[in-house]
């Protein structure tokens, strides 16, 4: 291809927008950014040449006289460093790379698309560009990369010549102090699957129950979640790989882009994005939402597993999944079990709606106070906003955490405890298999979407409510929600009364409260 004034509109990137934007999740640099960032969560960097010289509009967020010198950005400070069709043109290329090497944090990426010396044509040659310095191979900057910086791997080293392009792409990892120097490139894997589950922690979990099964069966697993699903998914050895996908990247139309671009490079593509919430679960922007409840109950009480298996085409069962913590989450979590001496429930009043809150949480902690029992209590508390702690006899017994700890700690806490008390929430989904007697109280779902197969689990179901199960995410501040009058909370969670929740607790712990008091 040749190069000429008149299809110079700085634009280079938007050829690999989305192979790039793996790398490119948690934000970062655009550097040489033009009219236009690859990705606009990026911060983008340039200077005003080429609206003299072209004519073409610069919008950078950042403007700077030389690329080489990004005095106002700290060491170690950028997520990831992205920079296409740009080195080229600098005067000192070495020195913007250290430059760009020195803002990396450790972890991040430096991804350069440039173009390939043998693709594109050379300086003084016709067609040339006038104002590059330089005429690159990725052999060039590799050399380069060698002898400057002492730890990274490469990840990526391609030429890319189909249709439009002319370029090479390179992408390197900086590694912390002392990882050295990591030339091969990683190796596909004999069967690559990947598995799309956008969506809150607990539908990642369930996610990973898919991914378990598909590394049993030899596939190297890459899953595409949210921030919140990475969260929970993180150190899972299911996952060969996670790219997380923060909220507003990508627009309704680019996700379909990107699930496009993906979905070739795998062996196995599963997409779970309306597995649930866009069957059983349907959102107000559906026309389901406004069905009948008989109607729509009779449509979406399927199960979510059985669900989730039809979309992944896998064999029918139970659908099992563990949250993994890691060693030192463990150690933490067995310390802090350690300090109470009874019997621990691990309470989770709330959930990702205000129609989740339980309103009897704080009597539910008093009762099982009065049996001598612990209660510590975890999630977003905002719509419980006046609990308290419990003491008796001058010892804490309900403990009010709520978001203090990190999720994961959380979580790895309740796998100790000796029962569970949950809303439809993170740490249900958490517990759902392990040994522990649970009790889960049901908003949005019944229990054959969602708790059929899980092993000793108490069901609260609110049979009086008539809108109960709902089978649809409400609306924000859940206009469409019946409210109790009593509590202000919502009927079916205000129908499951704390003195038959903690008698369901207590009896699976043998315990008896009146003997206790």
């Known amino acids: 291809m040749t190069w000429s004034r008149e299809t110079s509109n700085g634009f280079e990137s938007r050829k690999i927008r989305f192979e790039v934007l793996p790398y490119l999740t948690r934000g970062g640099l655009d550097i040489g950014c033009g009219p236009a960032k690859v990705w606009p969560h990026l911060i983008g960097i340039d200077n005003q040449k080429d609206t003299a010289l072209f004519g073409v509009e610069m919008r950078p967020d950042l403007t700077v006289a030389d690329a080489a010198r990004l005095a106002l950005i700290a060491d170690d400070a950028a997520e990831n460093v992205f920079s296409s069709h740009t080195l080229e043109h600098l005067p000192d290329w070495h020195a913007a790379l250290r430059e760009w090497w020195r803002v990396l944090k450790a972890g991040g990426h430096l991804v350069l698309y440039l173009p390939d010396a043998d693709l594109y044509p050379r300086i003084g040659q016709p067609g040339a560009n006038p104002d590059h ?77 898919l991914a378990a099964e598909l590394a049993a069966d030899g596939y190297a ?11 929970v998914l993180r150190h899972d050895p ?38 649930v919430e866009g069957r059983l679960l349907p959102h107000q922007s559906h026309a389901e939402f406004y069905l009948p409840h008989a109607v729509r109950h009779r449509l979406m009480n399927g199960n979510y597993a059985d669900m989730i298996r039809t979309y992944a085409q896998q064999p029918g069962g139970p659908l099992e999944w563990h949250f993994k913590p890691t060693e030192a989450e463990r150690r933490f979590a067995k310390d802090m079990r350690a300090q109470l001496p009874g019997p621990v429930v691990v309470l989770s009043p709330t959930g990702s709606g205000p ?8 009597e539910f902690m008093q009762r099982m106070a009065d049996a001598g029992v612990y209660t510590v209590m975890f999630g977003d508390l905002k719509a419980l906003p006046n609990l308290v702690p419990v003491e008796r006899h001058g010892e804490e017994f309900g403990h009010v955490v709520g978001m203090e700890w990190p999720l994961r700690l959380a979580l790895a806490y309740a796998q100790l405890a000796d029962a569970v008390v949950a809303t439809e929430s993170v740490i249900a989904n958490a517990v759902a298999w392990e040994p522990m007697p649970k009790v889960v109280m049901l908003s949005h779902s019944s ?27 409400h609306n924000v501040g859940g206009a469409l929600c019946a409210r109790d009058l009593n509590t202000g909370g919502s ?17 699976a712990l043998g315990r008896d409260l009146k003997a206790a008091a």
């Open 491 to 507: 009927a079916c969670m205000a129908s499951y009364g704390a003195e038959h929740v903690a008698g369901l607790v207590l009896a």
């Open 221 to 231: 697993v890459t899953a595409y979640v949210g921030r919140a699903g990475e969260e």
């Open 355 to 362: 129609f989740k809150a339980w309103p009897h949480a704080q």
């Open 133 to 209: 310095r330089h005429d690159f191979k990725a052999a060039d900057i590799l050399d380069f990369i060698r002898l400057a910086f002492p730890d990274w791997s490469l990840l990526r080293n391609e030429e890319r010549a189909e249709r439009d392009e002319y370029s090479f792409l390179l992408v390197l990892r900086k590694e912390a102090r002392g990882s050295g120097q990591r030339e091969a490139l990683p190796e596909r894997p004999a069967k690559a699957a990947g598995l799309d589950r956008l969506g809150g922690n607990g539908d990642a979990l369930w996610a990973a129950g």
């Open 238 to 275: 299911a996952f060969a790989r996670i790219v997380e996908l923060p909220q507003g990247i990508l627009s309704d139309d680019e996700l379909l882009e990107f699930w496009a671009h993906e979905a070739p490079k795998y062996d196995k593509w599963v997409n779970l994005i309306g597995s």
């Open 447 to 473: 229990h054959e979407n969602l708790t059929r197969d899980w092993p000793g689990t108490t069901v609260l179901e609110a049979g009086g409510i008539a809108c109960h199960p709902c089978h649809r995410i």
